[in-house]
């Protein structure tokens, strides 16, 4: 009876521990809602007047109405427009300004530019960003590692891309928070993106309740095994 005791107060401590967990993550409100996954450790692209730098086909994990990203210009910095576009030539889902002058003292900047509109999850889009100044602009960001189908071009003023083999530090955010709690089926969604195709999103929910019910339920087994073993009083 003291096994069954004790095991009892173990899936107990179990439960208050998922249980701590889960009240932790829905109360961690967050305005984040996803990035392009790379850091900015350089030059990803330079912008001359009258052309693009595009990340195309970023996956929406989840639906947001800002966009920040890393620009290295001169100060003060000159004029951006923001726009995000269904992938493939699609339509403008949203439109925004980097406005001239922010960077006034320093040459690099990350500003988080607001949208005209709330661009919905599921999908992919694309984020431009225009020059129609007259002084060169700089985006951060990484080399393309292909881990995903997001990547870099330069459109030229003749509307031609031109593959950078680079992916642009975004941002992207929104202006209501989200719960972590709320955000979980969209991590194992992102991450089902990379695995093989028989693995899915519901795998990972499937691990994650083996966890919670398989731990207690095998703790138990083995108390059980260890009464039925245990020499006769």
């Not at 107060?9 to 996954?37: N, Q």
């Not at 975004?170 to 709690?181: E, N, T």
């Not at 969209?186 to 195709?197: E, I, M, N, Q, W």
């Not at 499937?206 to 087994?221: F, Q, S, T």
Request: charged letters at 20%; hydrophobic letters at 50%.
């Amino acid at each position: 009876m003291r096994r069954w005791g004790a095991a009892a107060a173990l899936v107990a401590i179990v439960a208050a521990g998922a249980l701590a967990l889960a009240l932790t993550a829905a109360a961690d409100e967050r305005r984040l809602a996803f990035t392009t996954d790379v850091l900015p450790t350089g030059l990803a692209a330079v912008i001359q007047p009258g052309q693009s730098a595009c990340e195309r086909d970023v996956h929406v994990e989840q639906s947001f109405d800002a966009v920040q990203a890393y620009v290295w210009a001169g100060r003060p910095n000159p004029r951006l427009l923001v726009t995000v576009a269904r992938s493939g030539g699609g339509a403008v889902l949203a439109r925004g300004v980097v406005p001239a002058g922010f960077a006034r003292r320093v040459d690099f900047s990350a500003p988080s530019v607001r949208l005209s509109s709330s661009v919905r999850s599921a999908g992919f889009v694309d984020v431009c960003f225009r020059l129609p100044g007259r002084k060169a602009v700089g985006l951060l960001g990484h080399r393309d590692t292909r881990a995903d189908p997001s990547h870099a071009v330069l459109v030229t003023a003749r509307g031609r891309d031109r593959e950078l083999g680079t992916d642009l530090r975004l941002v992207f955010a929104r202006r209501q928070r989200r719960s972590v709690l709320s955000q979980l089926p969209a991590v194992f969604h992102r991450a089902a993106l990379f695995r093989p195709k028989p693995v899915g999103a519901w795998t990972f929910w499937a691990l994650l309740a083996a966890v919670l019910i398989g731990v207690p339920a095998l703790l138990i087994r083995a108390l059980r095994s260890a009464e039925a073993d245990a020499p006769a009083d």
